[in-house]
């Protein structure tokens, strides 16, 4: 059985039903989150590039090199690489078609030197190929905020034991804001968010041989004030059994009963500081954006 097949079976196998989030992007997942990067009601890309523009000419110059967690096609990175012109860029991204993107996208500004590997994996292989020059990690856009609480500190320690003296990190995180403002940004008006998150279970369809009838399905946003994160759920409108032939496995579902598919967390600016000091950080500076409450923050490796 794959790894996927073997993910969705633990998943669905919960008393609360789950589906591991980086499912969600495929190649048809992930032309949905571009698009939802420019819907109206999703100001958080937006608020990410605006502050990457007004800071950019800001940040130190003592980087000879940036690298990428989650690069993507690489277009909000532009106005950072302008600025400090490094002698090489390391975009790092699992989606070979994203990394192609990128150095065609920045292709000029810096020596591009891809690599497609998980965030941690990349930065062992980035350390493998630098020099002993200050290196600034960019991780943008909250992705950080789709990992839970003790995977999110997991996942800065490893990064940290990896960094040299020098080396920072530019880490964004999108800040809570009005309930409604939240839930309006991920349940939009024409339905995109909703097709990113049914697509997941098209994707068990598509590739472990699931028989999801999506139209008995239903997006859901909620906003876990306790947690403080919005979850994407989705509900089951009837009660029916659901099977997925590579996963050798059968689902019931009761009427309303939810699949939990991603969290997307909300943090308030002044615990930052904090988070970026218990995972051995020291937070230099930190940007905020006042239209769409966002903070981009400087943490050097303590
Ligand atoms: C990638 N990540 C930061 C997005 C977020 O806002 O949590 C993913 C997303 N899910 C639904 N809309 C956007």
Redesign the pocket.
């Known amino acids: 059985m794959n790894q996927f097949a073997c993910e969705v079976r633990a998943g669905l196998n919960k008393p609360q039903k789950e589906l591991p989030s980086k499912y969600?992007y495929d190649d048809l997942g992930s032309a949905l989150?571009d698009a939802?990067t420019v819907l109206p009601e999703?100001g958080?890309t937006r608020a990410d590039s605006r502050l990457l523009h007004r800071l950019a000419p800001e940040l130190p110059r003592d980087f000879s090199s940036v690298a990428e967690f989650g690069s993507g096609s690489g277009l909000k990175t532009r106005p950072v690489l302008s600025a400090l012109s490094p002698q090489t860029y390391f975009p790092i991204d699992v989606s070979h078609a994203a990394l192609e993107r990128c150095r065609r996208e920045l292709a000029g500004l810096s020596d591009i030197q891809p690599i497609q590997a998980s965030y941690i994996d990349g930065l062992d292989c980035m350390n493998r190929r630098r020099d002993a020059q200050p290196i600034l990690l960019l991780f943008l856009?909250?992705?950080i905020?789709?990992f839970d609480s003790p995977c999110r500190d997991i996942f800065l320690r490893q990064a940290r034991a990896r960094m040299k003296p020098g080396d920072a990190m530019l880490i964004g995180f999108?800040l809570e804001k009005q309930v409604e403002k939240m839930l309006d940004?991920?349940d939009d008006a024409t339905g995109v968010?909703a097709a990113?998150?049914l697509n997941l279970l098209a994707r068990i369809n598509r590739e472990i041989g699931g028989d999801f009838k999506l139209h008995a399905f239903a997006h859901q946003a909620i906003y876990n004030a306790d947690e403080r994160r919005?979850e994407?759920h989705l509900r089951s409108r009837i009660e029916q059994t659901v099977t997925i032939a590579a996963a050798e496995f059968g689902c019931h579902f009761r009427e309303d009963e939810t699949i939990w598919t991603?969290s997307?967390h909300k943090f308030d600016a002044d615990e930052l500081p904090e988070i970026a000091r218990a995972n051995g950080y020291e937070p230099e500076a930190q940007w905020i954006d006042e239209e769409w409450p966002f903070a981009e923050n400087l943490w050097r490796a303590a």
Do not use: P, R, V
């Open positions: 969600l989150f939802i999703y958080l856009g909250s992705s905020g789709n999108d940004a991920y968010t990113f998150n919005i994407m991603e997307s």
